[in-house]
């Protein structure tokens, strides 16, 4: 028989534990109601944004990321389900990374994929963001897939959705009035020009291997280029399914990409898109409209890039021997077709070629003396640059950020008494290349408008880097001296 004393040492150790216990009941039972309470809000008064206020201000947000003792997995699963269909109706697209941790947690929760799948289906649909469209794809298919297994009945919006992978169907495009014979190549492009104040009336008309335009004023077919417009159309026939990439890149303008009259894109902002063709011939219309004093437009369908970080890039590049660093910068190819053509000069060393373009440039390379070389690495600020030429593709590497200015030295001038500067230099550039290369660059090719140029135009060994380093000098110098200049006003300057 236990004795006053050791009674209470009895009630005090077991006191916790029944008081702790009793805390995680009572959690459980105040969840269970603010979930009836929110089904209420749901069900009778269509009111997502309500239902989700209630949990989130209630221990029900705590409980249902931290799942309590008394809860059954399955509990847990009916709450958390609950929790992510309100979310996902409330139309807040910030709530997604919620469902895409309670996803990680439970990959084989169907109604999650179903209810991801919604978001993301509303984002793309919403703001034309196409890889959102892929990520519906894939969860209403993950979805769909775990249904069949479970025997559960299927949501048909996303088997609508999956009918045409999210594309809407297009009424009717421009070749009802530019080819209304239906004239379309095989493998290419006819393409027709057009001034979009006078659209039924056909410029020029010809058949090209790829969609592109460059120009400026009234340069190309007398139209003005703020009026210019285009249609290209084309069948291209594919041997097997294909999964290859749109590179959009535009300025004052705006395009639609038409695959199998399903609109691909429709916009004004530069776009990488992926499509999957499958094994059969394919109809590609694309219908552009510009507005801007000059014209720059291409829509390439090319392979997957892979795009290095800097650090990443450093790690994969295999650069053991001495080698020469040759850079070549430009703003913008000078042809219709965005083509630079770089001859390579003779070189006694192993070779890595740098390319930077702010518009997209395709760099079609020749060498002629059979230089070795190391790496080619390719520098973008828009999409779609692209190497060309007989050259080995595993040497070829594309960063997802730019490399350097196509200037050796900056443009400044003293406007009083602001003292401006346009571009950057080969110094600025440089520090990005040793820190990538751990070697300077030591021959440079650099102008705004490339068309055919010769590498390397300017040997960078000591002695120019020194002139360099002056030159930057003498401009702080020109800078200080402009900040001593006063700026005049109206009463002063006849004074």
Request: glycine share 4%.
């Amino acid at each position: 028989m236990y004795n006053i004393p050791a009674l209470l040492v009895i009630f005090f150790t077991l006191q916790p534990v029944v008081f702790a216990q009793s805390i995680k009941s009572d959690l459980c039972e105040r969840v269970k109601k603010v979930s009836i309470e929110a089904e209420v809000l749901y069900s009778d008064f269509d009111d997502s944004i309500s239902a989700i206020a209630l949990m989130q201000n209630t221990q029900f947000k705590r409980a249902i990321h931290s799942k309590p003792e008394c809860f059954t997995k399955d509990q847990y699963l009916i709450y958390i389900n609950q929790y992510s269909l309100y979310l996902s109706k409330t139309n807040n697209h910030r709530y997604i990374n919620i469902l895409e941790k309670f996803l990680s947690r439970f990959p084989e929760n169907t109604l999650m994929h179903l209810y991801l799948g919604n978001m993301y289906k509303e984002i793309f649909q919403d703001q034309k963001r196409a890889q959102y469209r892929f990520k519906a794809i894939s969860s209403y298919e993950r979805y769909i897939e775990l249904s069949k297994n479970n025997k559960a009945i299927i949501d048909k919006s996303a088997i609508e959705f999956l009918k045409n992978r999210g594309l809407v169907r297009v009424e009717s495009t421009w070749g009802k009035y530019l080819n209304p014979n239906d004239v379309i190549p095989e493998n290419r492009f006819k393409t027709f020009y057009i001034n979009t104040n006078i659209p039924k009336k056909i410029i020029a008309s010809e058949i090209v291997d790829s969609v592109s335009v460059n120009y400026s004023n009234k340069d190309f077919h007398g139209i003005n280029s703020k009026d210019f417009g285009a249609y290209w159309v084309g069948n291209f026939t594919f041997t097997k399914n294909t999964t290859l990439q749109l590179n959009i890149s535009q300025s004052w303008a705006k395009t639609r990409v038409i695959i199998d009259n399903l609109i691909v894109y429709e916009g004004g902002n530069n776009a990488e898109i992926p499509f999957k063709f499958v094994k059969g011939t394919h109809k590609i219309e694309v219908e552009y409209m510009n507005n801007w004093h000059t014209t720059s437009f291409s829509m390439g369908i090319n392979p997957f890039q892979k795009l290095y970080k800097y650090n990443e890039l450093k790690q994969n590049l295999k650069l053991n021997d001495d080698f020469n660093v040759w850079y070549v910068g430009i703003y913008e190819s000078r042809k219709k077709d965005h083509g630079v053509d770089l001859v390579l000069k003779k070189s006694q060393k192993p070779i890595v070629l740098l390319l930077q373009s702010h518009e997209t440039a395709i760099w079609n390379i020749t060498n002629p003396f059979k230089n070795t070389i190391k790496a080619i690495i390719v520098g973008r600020s828009k999409p779609g640059s692209k190497v060309v030429g007989e050259l080995e593709e595993e040497s070829i590497f594309y960063i997802s950020s730019k490399l350097g200015s196509h200037n050796i030295y900056q443009k400044c001038n003293c406007l009083t008494p602001r003292f401006h500067c346009e571009g950057g230099s080969v110094i600025n550039t440089n520090k990005r290349i040793v820190t990538m290369l751990n070697k300077k660059i030591n021959g440079f090719t650099g102008v705004y408008g490339g068309k055919e140029m010769v590498v390397p135009e300017v040997i960078l060994d000591d002695k120019k880097y020194d002139e360099i380093e002056k030159k930057i000098n003498d401009i702080e110098v020109e800078r200080k001296e402009c900040s001593k200049k006063t700026d005049p006003s109206f009463d002063q300057i006849f004074k």
